[in-house]
């Protein structure tokens, strides 16, 4: 699925009008109509008691006098707020006539803003993907207003002065704090940053028919990846494949007391579909290797505590390296080589990206289409401090296309960058997923699918990552957020990778 800028999104809206020969003020019904919808099944009736919409000058706030009457015709004690304005768009202006009488209908005035008492539910359809410039003077108020009376707000398109694509010129400037953002036909850039999650809550993208012919044109760096996306499923085991033919991975993991790290790592990898898996763990770790991971086979360190070798590489396909490493100069060096000799595909994680980024020059080696998993940490170890998330996304493109390299930025909606500057968001996951070692097994998980020979570079990643991520709701949905360990996301990865096959 596309992310499209705020301009390709108005863009959108008139293709979609000239490709399905119908008016603006049908689109926007449509659209409120979605937003009814969505109402009735989150809301009843009776329990809502009487919502308050906020309606802006725009087609933003025409949605909200749209969905205003569609509420009131279901029964809903409905009330609407409007923002005076000297001019109003056609489609508001139609649907302000079509409001029945029978609703309520106030202008909103400085030093009179309407109550709004704790737990209301208030719709915010002031300003949508049309905002302009920075919220200030009434509307600055009664944003301001609405977010100091704790009310549960469900923002129309987005939240009431938040950009859609972009940083927010003046931070000083108000934006609602919706629990609910109702966006249509494709996410917003906006919605999966950390910096946003605040304004943005929970958030859905409702269907409402939008021209697929233009979506498939637009040009954008920014996608989202769904479990449905057919271009990262996993193809189904042909009936006469065998061990050889699913890839042999050699894993390069652990330390004195990070051996956890080596062995979860290892059983991402197996159950990722991996046909054999040779582990280099230094000699501290290989009763616990053995015991708990019989499934692989074990290459032992000359040093007890840390890898300072690296083996022959003729018999691999795919080679990974980071998870429970440390830092000692021996285990840099062997990463050095790794990079000088390797001719497979590389996995990089962990302390090994913490040893690339104290050591910058190791950069000029990464072979191409190489994988590199940092969190927003091990990342601005590689690069630099990021000013916001707009701006680390601009440093996650130039590192993608300066070194042609796979980075896969962890976090919630975990970007995958590609070496031609396209990102990936992940749409799977979940909060419980910030406990130890859940890292480490996607390390292992990318591995395996680096290692299938039937896979490219980008395809094995993102696969790895939504099945990651599927692995993980599935195992929350047993073990709840706060109760799910890294070694519940091995358990879980047969079935999520299931889910993905076809
Ligand atoms: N097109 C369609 O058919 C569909 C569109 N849809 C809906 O349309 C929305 C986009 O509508 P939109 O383009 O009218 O923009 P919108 O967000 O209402 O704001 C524009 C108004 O705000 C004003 N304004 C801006 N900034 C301001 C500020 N800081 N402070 C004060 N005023 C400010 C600006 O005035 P101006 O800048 O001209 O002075 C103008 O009057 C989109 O988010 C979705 O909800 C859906 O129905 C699907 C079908
Ligand atoms: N809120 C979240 N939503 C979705 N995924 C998450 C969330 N928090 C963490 N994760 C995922 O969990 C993993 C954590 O990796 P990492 O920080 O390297 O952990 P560790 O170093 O402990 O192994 C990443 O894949 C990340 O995307
Ligand atoms: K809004």
Same mark, same amino acid.
């Given at each position: ?13 008139q ?10 003020t ?22 809502? !008691?009487?919502?308050?919409?906020l ?12 969905l ?10 409905? *009330?609407?707020?409007?923002? $005076?304005?000297?001019k109003?768009?056609? =489609?508001w &202006? ?17 030093? /009179?803003?309407?109550a709004?008492?704790? #737990? ?10 049309g905002?302009?410039r920075p ?24 939240p ?16 609602? *704090? ?9 996410p ?29 044109? %637009? ?21 006469f ?7 042999? %991975?050699?894993?390069?993991?652990g330390? *004195? ?17 991996? #046909?054999?898996?040779? %582990? ?12 708990? *991971?019989?499934? +692989?086979?074990?290459?032992?360190d000359?040093? +007890? ?5 690296l083996?022959?590489l ?11 490493l440390? &830092?000692?100069?021996?285990t840099? +060096? ?9 001719k ?21 080696l ?16 590689l ?13 996650l ?22 070496? =031609? @500057? ?8 979940n909060? #419980? ?6 890292? =480490? ?9 680096r290692a =299938?020979?039937?896979?490219? $570079?980008?395809? /094995?990643?993102r ?5 990651h991520?599927?692995? !993980? ?7 709840g957020?706060?109760?799910?360990? /890294? @070694? ?5 990865? #047969? $079935? ?7």
């Amino acid at each position: 699925m596309k992310i499209l800028t705020a301009a390709q999104t108005h863009q959108l809206d008139q293709a979609t009008m000239q490709a399905q020969n119908i008016t603006s003020t049908e689109l926007m019904e449509r659209a409120a109509g979605a937003l009814a919808e969505w109402f009735y099944g989150e809301f009843h009736s009776n329990e809502a !008691g009487e919502i308050l919409v906020l309606c802006g000058p725009g087609n933003n706030g025409g949605d909200g006098l749209a969905l205003a009457r569609l509420l009131h015709a279901a029964g809903y004690a409905v *009330r609407v707020a409007l923002l $005076p304005t000297e001019k109003q768009s056609a =489609d508001w &202006q139609h649907n302000r006539q079509h409001l029945p009488a029978a609703v309520p209908v106030a202008e909103l005035a400085a030093g /009179a803003l309407p109550a709004i008492a704790p #737990g209301a539910l208030v719709i915010d359809a002031l300003f949508g993907t049309g905002l302009a410039r920075p919220l200030a003077g009434l509307a600055a108020a009664v944003v301001a207003h609405l977010n100091q009376a704790r009310a549960h707000v469900v923002a129309v398109d987005l939240p009431s002065g938040l950009l859609a694509d972009g940083p927010q010129p003046d931070p000083g400037a108000p934006v609602v *704090r919706a629990s609910y953002t109702l966006g249509f036909g494709l996410p917003k850039l906006a919605f999966l940053l950390p910096q946003n999650a605040d304004y943005v809550g929970e958030w859905h993208v409702l269907d409402i028919g939008l021209d697929q012919d233009f979506i498939d044109q %637009a040009a954008t760096p920014w996608h989202f990846t769904q479990l449905a996306d057919a271009n990262v499923a996993l193809p189904r085991r042909g009936r006469f494949g065998y061990k050889n033919t699913f890839g042999h %991975a050699l894993l390069l993991a652990g330390s *004195r007391g990070k051996m956890g790290a080596a062995v979860l790592s290892a059983g991402a990898c197996l159950r990722g579909g991996v #046909g054999l898996l040779t %582990a280099h763990i230094p000699g501290v770790g290989y009763d616990v290797f053995q015991t708990t *991971r019989p499934e +692989a086979m074990c290459l032992t360190d000359a040093q +007890a505590d840390f890898v300072s070798e690296l083996p022959d590489l003729g018999p691999y396909q795919a080679v990974g390296i980071g998870p429970g490493l440390g &830092q000692a100069d021996a285990t840099r +060096a062997v990463l050095e080589e790794l990079l000088r000799t390797a001719k497979v595909p590389l996995v990089i994680d962990a302390d090994a990206l913490n040893l690339l980024g104290a050591h910058r020059e190791l950069l000029e080696l990464l072979p191409e289409n190489t994988v590199l998993t940092p969190h927003i940490g091990e990342f601005t170890r590689l690069t630099e401090k990021a000013h916001d998330d707009y701006h680390r996304l601009d440093l996650l493109r130039a590192f993608i296309q300066k070194h042609r390299c796979v980075v896969v930025l962890k976090g919630a909606y975990t970007a995958v960058g590609a070496p =031609d @500057g396209q990102v990936y968001f992940n749409s799977t996951g979940n909060p #419980g997923m910030g406990t130890g070692g859940s890292g =480490d097994v996607l390390t292992g998980l990318v591995l395996a699918l680096r290692a =299938d020979q039937r896979l490219g $570079p980008l395809h /094995a990643t993102r696969l790895a990552v939504l099945a990651h991520g599927h692995a !993980g709701d599935l195992a929350a949905a047993e073990t709840g957020e706060a109760g799910l360990i /890294a @070694g519940d996301l091995v358990a879980h990865i #047969g $079935p999520a990778l299931q889910a993905l096959t076809v």
